[in-house]
């Protein structure tokens, strides 16, 4: 695709719109509150439908000691170590609750910590964490995927043991750019000799699988950084790289987001060759693109998942792990039960206080409708394979729908679609999101996403 047509269609789509880690997108649940009985009878339904009981296991550890005002996440910002305790206490407790309300068979293959910084937390509090929530369970690494996320300013020789020790092969580092005035912009310094020492530490110890997040349309980044920062990372030939595009919503996160001036931005066109000259670089390392904005070694696991077509996404990205429940512990997480979504009270007080009156500190979530389900499928199928099958499950006035709407992008060639399938080209993939948009009922009706997602582009 020539550079003239390509600006033309940036120009086109770049519009505001989901990252699609669920469906129906979160600010278009429609059950607020969602009482305990409600997401607890979705669990039993669950379980009924798949007669399983594997689950993943989302923790979320909340806790910085500072902020990088390029986050979006739910945190805490505290240099107070004392809070680890009583927050893991509460993690282990809640995770009783679930068990004690039906989920005590299960088989956890799928175990992630996730942040704010995962490696704030002392080693041994951890270690109390995973040996709590594996209690009773036997976790062979060939079988179990545990992971977690780690700031390469505080993740020491003592963290990386410890959880191989317990069966975590999965690393993901957050580098974000290399360039100084880029990380002061964000207030994430961090010199490449720190990220450095973490991986190679973590190789030599054993994990199997480092992934190294990058971001692009960074303040004050430039097609000169993100080129140097790629070449940095490819000394360390990390087995993954997300490559994720900034997400500007300081609607969302107004004491992080607005640490810049939004001028110093780089938006559409320009910020849109950050990443397809990253990404150039990297398939001509040996890098295969995978679903959106991810990277991976063809010998790695989620190549091998995407070929294979048995990629999944969910509320902790791209995995390998297609297990039919997904439970998030901690403030502010997200679980998942196919049939129905539920999220965590947002603030640290609130959740610990839901869980020492006993209570699953859920404050609000959606129960899908058929037609969710057959949408949900759609979006998933798409943002994982680049394709879907039409028709199967779909009405007749929501195939006429949607084949109208996508008429427009079959003449941009971003789909093709071959008698029931719909395929995205290689040209498309950058405008994933915007094929997804189509299928999407909730924002079909909606009257404006503007001050609600960030842009697709």
Same mark, same amino acid.
């Given at each position: 695709?020539?550079?003239?047509?390509?600006?033309?269609?940036?120009?086109?789509?770049?519009?505001?719109?989901?990252?699609?880690?669920?469906?129906?997108?979160?600010?278009?649940?429609?059950?607020?509150?969602?009482?305990?009985?409600?997401?607890?009878?979705?669990?039993?339904?669950?379980?009924?439908?798949?007669?399983?009981?594997?689950?993943?296991?989302?923790?979320?550890?909340?806790?910085?000691?500072?902020?990088?005002?390029?986050?979006?996440?739910?945190?805490?910002?505290?240099?107070?170590?004392?809070?680890?305790?009583?927050?893991?206490?509460?993690?282990?407790?809640?995770?009783?609750?679930?068990?004690?309300?039906?989920?005590?068979?299960?088989?956890?293959?799928?175990?992630?910590?996730?942040?704010?910084?995962?490696?704030?937390?002392?080693?041994?509090?951890?270690?109390?964490?995973?040996?709590?929530?594996?209690?009773?369970?036997?976790?062979?690494?060939?079988?179990?995927?545990?992971?977690?996320?780690?700031?390469?300013?505080?993740?020491?020789?003592?963290?990386?043991?410890?959880?191989?020790?317990?069966?975590?092969?999965?690393?993901?580092?957050?580098?974000?750019?290399?360039?100084?005035?880029?990380?002061? /912009? +964000?207030?994430?310094?961090?010199?490449?000799?720190?990220?450095? $020492?973490?991986?190679?530490? #973590?190789?030599?110890? &054993?994990? =199997?699988?480092?992934?190294?997040?990058?971001?692009?349309?960074?303040?004050?980044?430039?097609?000169?950084?993100?080129?140097?920062?790629?070449?940095?990372?490819?000394?360390?030939?990390?087995?993954?790289?997300?490559?994720?595009?900034?997400?500007?919503?300081?609607?969302?996160?107004?004491?992080?987001?607005?640490?810049?001036?939004?001028?110093?931005?780089?938006?559409?066109?320009?910020?849109?060759?950050?990443?397809?000259?990253?990404?150039?670089?990297?398939?001509?390392?040996?890098?295969?693109?995978?679903?959106?904005?991810?990277?991976?070694?063809?010998?790695?696991?989620?190549?091998?998942?995407?070929?294979?077509?048995?990629?999944?996404?969910?509320?902790?990205?791209?995995?390998?792990?297609?297990?039919?429940?997904?439970?998030?512990?901690?403030?502010? /997480? +997200?679980?998942?039960?196919?049939?129905?979504?539920?999220?965590? $009270?947002?603030?640290?007080? #609130?959740?610990?206080? &839901?869980? =020492?009156?006993?209570?699953?500190?859920?404050?609000?979530?959606?129960?899908?409708?058929?037609?969710?389900?057959?949408?949900?499928?759609?979006?998933?199928?798409?943002?994982?394979?680049?394709?879907?099958?039409?028709?199967?499950?779909?009405?007749?006035?929501?195939?006429?729908?949607?084949?109208?709407?996508?008429?427009?992008?079959?003449?941009?060639?971003?789909?093709?679609?071959?008698?029931?399938?719909?395929?995205?080209?290689?040209?498309?993939?950058?405008?994933?999101?915007?094929?997804?948009?189509?299928?999407?009922?909730?924002?079909?009706?909606?009257?404006?996403?503007?001050?609600?997602?960030?842009?697709?582009?």
């Amino acid at each position: 695709m020539n550079f003239d047509k390509r600006a033309q269609l940036i120009r086109k789509y770049d519009v505001p719109g989901p990252r699609y880690t669920s469906y129906p997108t979160v600010p278009y649940w429609k059950n607020e509150p969602l009482s305990n009985e409600e997401w607890l009878q979705s669990i039993h339904r669950n379980q009924k439908h798949f007669s399983s009981d594997d689950v993943s296991l989302y923790v979320h550890l909340p806790y910085c000691e500072s902020l990088c005002t390029f986050c979006g996440c739910h945190k805490r910002i505290t240099k107070n170590h004392s809070v680890e305790q009583p927050y893991i206490d509460a993690v282990i407790k809640e995770w009783q609750l679930y068990k004690s309300a039906g989920l005590e068979k299960s088989r956890i293959k799928e175990l992630h910590f996730g942040g704010g910084t995962p490696t704030f937390f002392q080693a041994d509090e951890l270690v109390r964490l995973v040996h709590s929530l594996l209690e009773n369970q036997q976790v062979d690494p060939s079988e179990v995927e545990m992971g977690f996320e780690a700031h390469p300013n505080n993740t020491s020789k003592e963290h990386l043991e410890k959880l191989h020790t317990l069966g975590f092969r999965r690393l993901s580092l957050g580098v974000q750019d290399y360039n100084p005035r880029v990380q002061k /912009a +964000i207030n994430r310094i961090q010199p490449f000799s720190q990220v450095k $020492k973490v991986h190679e530490l #973590a190789r030599g110890i &054993g994990y =199997n699988s480092i992934s190294h997040d990058l971001v692009f349309g960074l303040p004050k980044q430039s097609l000169k950084d993100m080129l140097f920062t790629v070449e940095k990372t490819l000394e360390l030939r990390p087995d993954r790289i997300s490559l994720y595009s900034y997400a500007h919503v300081p609607w969302v996160k107004r004491t992080g987001q607005r640490g810049f001036d939004e001028n110093d931005l780089p938006t559409g066109e320009v910020k849109r060759e950050l990443y397809e000259q990253a990404k150039l670089r990297l398939l001509d390392v040996g890098y295969l693109e995978i679903g959106m904005d991810h990277f991976a070694l063809k010998e790695d696991s989620l190549a091998q998942a995407f070929l294979s077509k048995n990629l999944h996404r969910n509320f902790m990205g791209y995995t390998t792990q297609n297990t039919p429940m997904l439970i998030g512990l901690g403030m502010s /997480a +997200i679980s998942d039960s196919w049939f129905g979504f539920a999220q965590n $009270k947002k603030s640290v007080e #609130a959740y610990i206080d &839901g869980i =020492n009156k006993d209570q699953l500190p859920v404050f609000r979530g959606h129960l899908l409708t058929k037609e969710d389900l057959v949408i949900r499928q759609h979006i998933l199928d798409l943002m994982c394979h680049f394709e879907t099958e039409l028709g199967v499950h779909d009405s007749f006035d929501f195939n006429l729908n949607v084949l109208l709407r996508l008429k427009g992008m079959v003449e941009d060639r971003l789909i093709e679609i071959d008698g029931n399938t719909l395929r995205i080209t290689e040209e498309g993939i950058p405008f994933v999101r915007n094929v997804c948009m189509i299928f999407d009922q909730s924002l079909q009706s909606s009257a404006s996403r503007e001050g609600v997602f960030s842009r697709t582009i």
